[in-house]
Structure formats: C-alpha cells, structure tokens
C-alpha cells in the first residue's frame, strides 16, 4: 500500500491554526447560492454537480459501498474546495504568483509515478481527497501553486515558521474575499479555513506522511 504524499497543503494544514485570527463578517449569502466569495456567486448547482461526479466515481469502484459511507459530508466537500481554491488564487495573485499548464501536467506525471500509475493516481485521490478522475487537475495546480507562494513570501513550507507565514498569507487572501456562505452549509471560517463544523480530509492526514495528498478541487 502506497503511503501518501506529504503535499504542500497537508503540510501547512497543520499551521492554519496558528495564523492570527481574522473573523469574516460577511452577510447572508445570496439567495440560490452556496456561497459569495469575493464578490462572485458560486451556484448551488455547481456544488452539486461537483459531488454528483464524485459520487459516481465511488459506485463504480469496487469500493463503492465503503467509499459512500465514508463521504457522508461531500456536497460540503466540494464547497469547501472551491472556495479554498479562489483564496489560493487571490493569495497567488497578491504575490505575483502564475501556474502553467506544463507545470500542472508535470505535477500531475511526477505524482502519477508516486502511485504507479493513472489508474492507482485516480484511485487514491478519490478515496483519500473525494476527488474524481475530472477533478484531478485542479488539485495537481495547488500543489504546484502553494510551494511557488512559499518561494515569493521568501518561505519555506518544510518549517514551522514557513507554514505559518503561507498560513497568514492565505487568511489575509480569505478575508479580503469577503466570504459569505449559504447557513444551509455552514459559515466559514478565516482563521482554520475549514466551513462549518466540517474538516477537509486532508487535514486528518496530516500526520501520516512521507512526501500532500491535497487539494480542492478548483
């Protein structure tokens, strides 16, 4: 059994805690959608056909009944991830920072390498990330986005002090985008970047590490 990958976000999830406490006071979202972040809706629909791509990857695997148990808050999931994407984004381009394609797609080759495979890459990512085969991409270009904001804070994502200043970076980006969630999903929280009382996988596992299994999706 392959053990996961210590990815930049899994390394600085264990730090968000310690980023200095930025409260979000947004209004009540918009009405029809799931969240208003930085000023762009982002659709109910959306989420859902999100997680419905997820869920269908799931029945398919020969873990199918396992994986659904185990993915009871997935709709929140897939909010969860997109907006975390666009607080990665808004801190990447506070700092300067671009993510091409080939960069992506040597993320995603070195990872599938890692694994032994596309089809052992794409296993993995569903069950530990709730990420389908479509979604894959998007969680390659974090993990290429987050080490190249370390490097323009001038920081190191393998130190304690690093972490924290990609941490404080990332509150500042989620502040300033003014998150306002639907109260069907919960409210979001600046400070540990986690929605509601829910916690993205991948900050359970962080202590399970050799080279991140993580991203959101995008």
């Known amino acids: 059994m392959h053990r996961r990958r210590r990815t930049a976000l899994s390394v600085l999830a264990a730090t968000l805690v310690a980023a200095p406490l930025l409260s979000a006071c947004g209004n009540q979202a918009h009405p029809g959608a799931a969240a208003v972040v930085g000023g762009e809706r982002i659709e109910v629909s959306a989420v859902q056909a999100r997680a419905a791509d997820v869920r269908s990857a799931q029945e ?3 873990q199918a009944t396992q994986l659904v148990n185990q993915s009871g808050q997935l709709t929140r999931a897939k909010l969860h991830g997109m907006i975390f994407s666009r607080i990665v984004d808004r801190a990447a381009e506070d700092a300067g920072v671009t993510v091409s394609r080939k960069e992506v797609q040597e993320m995603r080759l070195a990872s599938r390498a890692q694994y032994g495979g596309e089809e052992q890459l794409a296993s993995m990512m569903l069950q530990q990330r709730w990420v389908a085969p479509d979604q894959i991409d998007a969680d390659m270009r974090q993990e290429v986005q987050l ?10 994502l393998g130190t304690p002090a690093g972490q924290q200043v990609v941490g404080e970076a990332l509150t500042e980006a989620s502040k300033a985008l003014d998150i306002d969630v639907n109260p069907r999903f919960g409210a979001w ?3 540990k970047m986690q929605l509601g009382e829910y916690t993205a ?13 993580a991203r959101t999706d995008a």
């Open 189 to 191: 929280d600046d400070q």
């Open 201 to 213: 996988p991948w900050i359970t596992q962080v202590t399970d590490v050799t080279p991140q299994g």
């Open 60 to 62: 398919s695997s020969p």
């Open 147 to 156: 080490p190249k904001l370390a490097e323009a804070l001038g920081a190191d």
